[in-house]
């Protein structure tokens, strides 16, 4: 797939939160933990890293 086994880790779990964000009304805490991340601060980090806007934007945005 030409990505290392972390990265694609990460691929899914920033599809798994862009799922979440856009089909429940879940609170973004709720769904940082539910993809792996272990706090708030990094999931928001990780998500504007991959996907240029902040999970909050994202929902919003939709």
Same mark, same amino acid.
């Given at each position: ?12 779990? &920033? !599809?798994? +939160?862009?799922?979440?964000?856009? %089909?429940? *009304?879940?609170?973004? &805490? !709720?769904? +940082?933990?539910?993809?792996?991340? %272990?706090? *708030? ?13 902040t999970p909050k934007a ?5």
């Open positions: 797939m030409g990505l290392s086994p972390h990265q694609y880790v990460i691929q899914c779990r &920033i !599809e798994q +939160a862009k799922f979440l964000l856009t %089909s429940t *009304q879940l609170p973004i &805490i !709720e769904i +940082a933990l539910q993809v792996g991340c %272990s706090s *708030q601060s990094n999931f928001t980090t990780l998500f504007r890293k991959h996907i240029g806007i994202y929902r919003e945005m939709i």
